[in-house]
């Protein structure tokens, strides 16, 4: 049983580019979350998503963020227009079922680079 | 400021040596989970607390939680260098939301 997968491991952009993170939960998990982790700072929840359902998206910047957990395929994050300040380790985590913590699985990240 | 204060921020210790993190909430614990994260990993579930007073242990690696200071500590006896890495304590402090975080400490062990 693959873990959760997150892909790419490592994007550059250039400010004002689009950044597209994507996450495979592990089988038989249906919940998503993703975390950013700043340098010097601690882990930040940003969105917990469902399957084709937003939960929880308290944590999720206002604007240029969005994120998706469609029927069929990963959950993607979506970060447009990047600023250098976007610059952070992402993170996602699964669970085969709400709250669950001990259950939650976390993906290796993705580590963006804003020029 | 911040809701979970992890002390001390990094930790070298020569290996063999006992060590001990610290996690400190300002508000009601309704769950205190510890996790260790290697540089370019995710993070690898430890430990979860949930009631005062309560104590697990796993190999060489034991946390408490102390309901009442509303503070657990992982205490780990006799360090390797497989034991270094950054340990991070995530707080479930209201029941249904996402765990915060404290912003890890970093353990070095020297052989």
């Known amino acids: 049983n693959a873990g959760v997968m997150q892909n790419p491991r490592h994007l550059v952009r250039r400010r004002g580019q689009e950044a597209r993170l994507r996450c495979s939960p592990m089988?038989?998990?249906?919940?998503v979350y993703w975390y950013r982790q700043l340098p010097e700072e601690g882990l930040k929840f940003m969105v917990y998503?469902?399957?084709?359902?937003?939960?929880?998206e308290s944590g999720m910047p206002k604007e240029r963020f969005s994120a998706e957990f469609p029927k069929e395929g990963p959950s993607i994050l979506r970060i447009q227009q990047v600023v250098r300040g976007d610059s952070a380790a992402y993170f996602c985590?699964?669970?085969?079922?709400?709250?669950?913590?001990?259950?939650?699985?976390f993906g290796p990240g993705t580590r963006l680079t804003v020029l | 400021s911040q809701e979970l204060e992890q002390s001390p921020q990094s930790l070298i210790v020569q290996e063999g040596k006992n060590l001990t993190i610290n996690c400190t909430s300002s508000?009601?614990?309704?769950?205190l989970y510890w996790y260790k994260q290697k540089y370019g990993e995710g993070l690898i579930f430890l430990m979860m607390?949930?009631?005062?007073?309560e104590e697990k242990s796993h190999e060489k690696i034991t946390a408490k939680l102390d309901e009442k200071k509303q503070q657990s500590s992982l205490h780990i006896t006799a360090s390797q260098p497989s034991h270094a890495g950054i340990y991070l304590c995530?707080?479930?402090?209201?029941?249904?939301?996402?765990?915060?975080f404290g912003k890890g400490t970093t353990l070095s062990v020297s052989s």
């Open positions: 985590a699964s669970s085969p079922s709400a709250g669950g913590w001990d259950e939650q699985f």
């Open positions: 089988k038989g998990h249906s919940h």
């Open positions: 998503l469902q399957k084709e359902n937003i939960i929880d």
């Open positions: 508000k009601t614990l309704y769950g």
């Open positions: 607390l949930q009631k005062g007073g």
């Open positions: 995530g707080a479930d402090v209201q029941a249904g939301t996402a765990l915060i």
